[in-house]
Structure formats: C-alpha cells, structure tokens
C-alpha cells in the first residue's frame, strides 16, 4: 500500500457551493496510485462537503433554499454571534453535512456516478480561503 496527500484550497465567493470534482482527479490521477480510495477532509468548522448532482444548477439552488430555512440567521436566535450572524447557522449546516468523503478509485478514476460531484458548501457570507485534505490509499 502506499499513500499521497495533498491539501487543496479553495477560494469562496461567501455562501454557496464549490464544485472541485476535477481537482481531486488530478490528484488521484497524478498520485500514480491504481487502485484504492480517496478521503476527502474540510479543516473548518463553517463550511462542509457534499457529494451532490453537478448536471442541473436547480439542485444546488433547492439544497441553499432548505439550508436557509433549517438553520436561518437572525441576531438573537443564537448565545452564538460573536463573528456575526451567518456564523452559528454556518456551524448547524456543517454540523448537518460531512466534513469528510471517502471514495473509491479503480484505474486511477474516481468511482462516482454520472451526475455526481464533490462540492464544498461554504456555509458563511464572506469569501474565505478553505483547506480541503485530499488523501489517497492504494496500489
């Protein structure tokens, strides 16, 4: 067995989802690994990942809409506001999501299905730099 790391960071515009589906192939492809599996880790607390539909936008833009009304924002709602009042909502949404993946590859090619793509969803208003680990296992 050997092992590739990478950490892979990702600029966010404020809310909203990220798609890196083709950054974490590269990876898996230039590991030089055959055969094995992909963990996927988000080093933060306000932002998670999601393996989600990538062929129709309408998907992603329902996920934001329920999102908002299960973890709204609001002064008051929360003990939680000290970086403002996006920031506990985005710690609930991370808390409802992964911050971390684990998939398969075979022939140095993610096995994900035709409509699937690894997302990160940045769940605060502001740009932020997030960390993804992307750790590869195999032969």
């Excluded at 590991?31 to 080093?43: A, P, Y």
């Excluded at 506990?88 to 022939?107: C, D, G, K, V, Y």
């Excluded at 140095?108 to 960390?131: C, K, N, V």
């Amino acid at each position: 067995m050997r092992q590739e790391q990478h950490i892979l960071s990702v600029a966010t515009r404020g809310r909203g989802f990220y798609e890196f589906t083709r950054d974490a192939r590269d990876f898996v492809r230039a590991s030089g690994l055959s055969l094995g599996q992909i963990t996927v880790f988000c080093r933060h607390t306000s932002a998670s990942l999601l393996i989600q539909e990538n062929a129709d936008p309408s998907v992603l833009a329902d996920m934001e809409a329920f999102f908002e009304k299960l973890a709204p924002e609001g002064r008051g709602l929360y003990r939680h506001e000290t970086e403002g009042p996006d920031d506990m909502p985005a710690h609930l949404r991370a808390a409802l999501t992964q911050s971390s993946l684990l998939i398969p590859f075979a022939e140095s090619e993610l096995l994900l299905g035709t409509w699937q793509g690894i997302y990160l969803f940045e769940h605060r208003r502001a740009p932020h730099r997030r960390d993804i680990v992307l750790h590869a296992v195999g032969e």
